[in-house]
């Protein structure tokens, strides 16, 4: 049987609370003078420290670890703000989640590191070579600024990634026909050389303790390969065996193991009804949701989610289990509106030989923070329709329902479309500033002949549906022009005006094409919607 190679892949974002910062300033339009010194601080036991600094404060000597009050000694016109390690920390659980694109595993390594076991992966990217390249690339696309290295073990890769140089601990590490290594540093890897590749770095990239360091420092013991002629137990006399540095050597080095562990998931809201004994009235079901909202209410609000579908089970006393579902136009954790959406579907649960448990379960769920959209405190806007809808496709099912949406498209009649109303639509921009539109829309423009005093003028009387209308007041025209990769004709200008007739109606009316353009002949008009 082939045996998979181990290999652990380590990302290191050594930037990431300075250049979170500064996505969040242009964002917000505050955009730091090119020559400003930016400090990020952090509480520390005795004060505060630096926690990250950019390019400008790190040529004056600031760095991170040192303490406020000597950054400010070296640079007092040095701008300070807190950082926000909260916000770092839900970046980094996003990217922990996104970082699975590579890699079925991924461990969190810190506050600003990803670990990934990357065994028997890389030859899907194209080689291991090429996936740090791949990862570089859509870090630094996110504004990120990532250092990588691979190796057999976990502490190894995080050595390499933290100590080994920037870019020096990439390569195709796994001896693969492609483009021969670039370095002498990934010619030792690619033949396996691990043990000489960590020898030149410091102790300090065995992830141990300062203090562990500065007592090897002392010793005279400041690089990986001075450790290797030290007796173990020289060593175990003068450090706990959590801190001995020749253990570090071992885990780097493959000889202990360190598995990796990812984050597991959290799992979706769920509440759980055990009964006493089998129930075989179809009317339990619907007595079980009294029970079994609230408690899903209260852990949708404890973990400020909101629910978009909920499902009911019901498990058979065989083992069978019948269960149903209903979702929702906005995520909602309002017991009374969950429970009359499952209340109208419960008639379907057959028990057959009975319950014996019921479980109500938000299988898909959405952040949902409390808001106020007014200050007398009614209900947000749009509340109350997402419920119409609801109630709706519960009883005529949710493909019976639809709601319309923007489409990227500049033509009128091609701007709108119909989407699921149940379906996560994504928020559609605001459209760019433009003319009044009409209220009503024809589904299709309808032929209208007009009058007009030169070709080029303004109309002032048109006939439709066998109606004249003599025009009192004209605006325009407003040009639209048309959208020649998806016309199997020639495409034509088309020239709209707001008119109004003399019974004050508005109407909205175009003429297609131009005198002369050389693309039919000649212009045609048409009514496409009515204002009022």
Not at 147 to 168: E, Q, V
Not at 195 to 219: D, E, G, I, K, W
Not at 222 to 234: D, F, N, Q
């Amino acid at each position: 049987m082939l045996k998979v190679r181990k290999r652990t892949l380590a990302i290191w974002l050594p930037r990431l609370s300075i250049e979170r910062w500064r996505k969040i300033a242009h964002a917000h339009g505050e955009t730091p003078p090119e020559d400003a010194r930016i400090l990020l601080t952090r509480e520390g036991p005795h004060g505060r420290l630096v926690h990250a600094v950019c390019d400008n404060a790190a040529l004056v000597g600031l760095r991170a670890g040192m303490r406020l009050t000597d950054a400010r000694a070296l640079d007092p016109q040095a701008t300070v703000i807190a950082c926000d390690l909260i916000g770092d920390d839900k970046l980094m659980a996003r990217l922990a989640r996104w970082a699975r694109r590579w890699s079925p595993l991924v461990e969190r390594d810190g506050e600003d590191g990803l670990r990934l076991d990357a065994s028997g992966v890389a030859h899907l990217f194209g080689g291991e070579r090429a996936l740090l390249d791949d990862i570089e690339a859509r870090f630094a696309a996110l504004g990120l600024s990532a250092r990588t290295a691979i190796a057999d073990t976990p502490l190894a890769a995080w050595a390499l990634c933290h100590y080994a140089g920037a870019g020096s601990g990439r390569g195709e590490l796994s001896g693969s026909a492609q483009a021969p290594p670039r370095t002498a540093l990934e010619r030792k890897l690619a033949s396996g050389q691990l043990a000489a590749l960590l020898a030149p770095l410091p102790v300090a990239a065995l992830r141990l303790p300062p203090a562990v360091v500065r007592t090897l420092h002392r010793l005279g013991l400041k690089t990986i390969a001075g450790l290797s002629g030290i007796e173990r137990r020289s060593l175990a006399r003068r450090f706990r065996s959590a801190d001995n540095p020749l253990d570090a050597l071992d885990r780097a080095l493959g000889r202990i193991a360190e598995p990796l562990s990812a984050e597991a998931d959290a799992p979706p809201p769920s509440a759980r009804l055990r009964l006493k004994e089998p129930v075989d009235d179809p009317a339990a079901a619907r007595q079980a949701l009294d029970l079994l909202v609230p408690e899903l209410a209260r852990q949708l609000e404890a973990r400020r989610l909101g629910a978009r579908t909920v499902e009911l089970a019901g498990y058979r006393v065989d083992g069978s289990v019948a269960s149903i579902a209903a979702s929702t136009a906005l995520a909602t954790r309002e017991a009374d509106h969950l429970s009359r959406l499952l209340a109208e579907r419960t008639e379907r649960l057959d028990p057959e030989f009975g319950f014996d448990a019921f479980a109500l379960t938000a299988s898909w769920a959405e952040p949902l923070d409390p808001a106020q959209d007014a200050l007398d405190g009614d209900e947000a806007s749009g509340v109350a329709v997402g419920r119409l809808v609801d109630r709706i496709a519960t009883r005529l099912g949710a493909q019976a329902v639809a709601r319309p949406r923007r489409q990227p498209s500049h033509m009128p009649e091609r701007a709108a479309a119909w989407a699921p109303a149940l379906a996560t639509v994504a928020e559609d921009p605001d459209p760019p500033p433009q003319a009044p539109r009409p209220e009503r829309l024809l589904d299709s423009p309808e032929a209208i002949g007009v009058l007009y005093a030169t070709p080029e003028g303004l109309p002032r009387r048109f006939v439709w549906r066998r109606a004249v209308h003599d025009i009192v007041k004209v605006e325009g025209p407003e040009r639209i022009a048309p959208e020649w990769w998806r016309e199997y004709r020639p495409a034509r200008l088309r020239d709209y005006y707001r008119v109004e007739d003399q019974a004050g109606r508005g109407y909205w009316i175009f003429r297609e094409g131009l005198f002369g353009d050389g693309r039919g002949g000649d212009p045609v008009w048409y009514i496409h919607g009515l204002f009022g």
